[in-house]
């Protein structure tokens, strides 16, 4: 029987983590006794041993005070470590008393718990997990300016041009009401790109959309550096923050999946 | 005769809020708070209030007026869609404004009254309902610091039912969309920005703190009218 009844990779052999085993739950040395006792111990352990998977806080790709002054470090330590840590601490104990759902990278636990706009508990951390980990990939010391190449192609397609596009995005993070996120998505239907809304902890994963982007717009994203002119940090983000390259990376990776125009085949 | 020729738009100026008033639209503004900005101090900091009621309110306000002002623009075109894409602004600030409205005066100095338990019927009635102020506490702290993204945790009256209730709202949704019958006695503003400043990402610390400053005259005062 499956050990993982709902993603698809289950398997009750080995269970899958995306991140390395949690570093304070590492289990500990067994001590050596005296022959009898450790082939109790190891009949013990092995008929109640009971193996847990753990998601891991993924460090951002740059120091913690890499993105001062637009992003302080006292920010980054309090958002990175209390906030993003808290939902991963809080993910894995609520993991670790329900494993129907054990074996799921964390992209289809998202998927799973989501359960089509009807969320079960545990939606809210896995999704913020992902959410955070995706934004701190978004920016990058140096960031701003704008993309090149088939980014800044497809992006002057989509939105006209590459000032419209950062008009909107930047209208979207200002006009969306209580706590969300912004993103810049590859649509996989409508095979184009699009700025796309969504409260608390949904992302476009649980549409089947690629995300490029995100902007975390809940207020302790910005509230410590810019109390509350959202505006102020959303054009810092995008100046002075955001991560062509990664966005670019992203792109390339999602044009393995989304048919974005014709091939050029050419004429013999 | 003599009065319309003096009361020109020219000679007024392009006053917003006085041809609104001519076209009989209501506008809103942004009520003063009944005591200083420290005087909540240490429960929430002196600097949080100024933000939260200069800038967070007064947004709210703008907004809100802004917002009635182009429905009644599209009212008066009968412009259909507008009316109803303007819903959604409306309902964020609005709700924010009255919400705001409440809890300003949901809190107290403490030298005024602050934190200090409800007496009289409201007292009688929480008892009753909940068991203690204490287990009422405690359901309200557990409900807001639960409550995922932003929102409000209210303790209110269903004034048909004669009956205590504790709901929370998403976002800037008043008490009333949870029920219309619903009358807000209690409301603790737990969007982040409520607290962040002073209790960081620690929701429980600024729920457990905001008890000593809770006036509960106030919601005494409603509960009584509603349930004479």
């Known amino acids: ?268 | 005769m003599a009065l319309r020729t003096l009361v020109t738009r020219k000679a007024l100026g392009n006053s917003v809020a006085f041809r609104q008033q001519l076209r009989g639209l209501q506008t809103y503004t942004l009520p003063d708070l009944p005591y200083d900005y420290g005087a909540i101090e240490p429960a929430i900091s002196g600097e949080i209030m100024q933000l939260h009621h200069q800038k967070h309110h007064q947004t709210y306000v703008t907004n809100f007026n802004k917002a009635l002002e182009q429905l009644d623009d599209a009212i008066n075109k009968g412009d259909a869609p507008t009316v109803v894409k303007l819903q959604s602004a409306i309902k964020f600030n609005g709700g924010g404004h009255i919400n705001h409205s409440i809890f300003w005066k949901n809190l107290a100095p403490i030298r005024e009254g602050g934190g200090e338990p409800p007496k009289g019927s409201l007292g009688w009635a929480i008892d009753n309902h909940f068991g203690s102020l204490e287990a009422l506490v405690q359901k309200m702290n557990a409900d807001g610091a639960g409550l995922q993204g932003s929102g409000w945790v209210w303790l209110g009256l269903d004034k048909e039912l004669k009956r205590l209730v504790v709901e929370t709202t998403a976002n800037q949704d008043p008490l009333v969309t949870k029920g219309s019958s619903l009358v807000p006695l209690l409301g603790i503003d737990v969007w982040e920005h409520a607290y962040y400043l002073q209790y960081k990402n620690v929701r429980p610390d600024y729920l457990k703190n905001i008890w000593k400053v809770i006036n509960w005259k106030y919601a005494s005062d409603i509960y009584e009218k509603e349930c004479p």
């Open chain 1, 1 to 268: 029987m499956s050990r993982s009844a709902f993603c698809s990779s289950g398997s009750n052999l080995v269970p899958k983590t995306t991140e390395a085993l949690n570093p304070l739950n590492r289990p500990k040395k067994h001590h050596y006794l005296n022959g009898r006792q450790r082939t109790n111990l190891y009949q013990k352990n092995h008929r109640a041993s009971k193996v847990l998977a753990y998601y891991g806080l993924r460090s951002p790709p740059y120091k913690l005070d890499a993105l001062e002054p637009y992003m302080s470090q006292r920010t980054l330590e309090m958002h990175w470590g209390e906030h993003h840590g808290g939902y991963v601490d809080a993910l894995n104990k609520q993991l670790a008393k329900n494993d129907l759902l054990y074996g799921c990278t964390l992209e289809e636990l998202i998927k799973v718990t989501y359960n089509n706009g009807n969320p079960l508990p545990e939606f809210n951390n896995a999704a913020q997990v992902w959410n955070h980990d995706f934004f701190w990939e978004s920016m990058q010391p140096g960031g701003g300016s704008s993309p090149i190449l088939g980014l800044l192609q497809q992006i002057e397609k989509d939105f006209g041009s590459f000032t419209n596009f950062r008009e909107k995005f930047i209208d979207a993070a200002l006009k969306l009401f209580g706590s969300g996120w912004v993103w810049l998505v590859l649509k996989r239907e409508e095979k184009h790109l699009a700025i796309v809304k969504t409260s608390n902890a949904v992302n476009p994963l649980v549409w089947n959309d690629i995300p490029i982007l995100n902007l975390d717009m809940w207020e302790h994203a910005y509230y410590l550096d810019y109390k509350n002119d959202k505006a102020k940090y959303a054009n810092v983000f995008m100046n002075h923050l955001v991560s062509w390259n990664a966005a670019m990376a992203r792109m390339a990776r999602a044009q393995a999946f989304v048919n974005l125009g014709e091939p050029k085949i050419p004429v013999a």
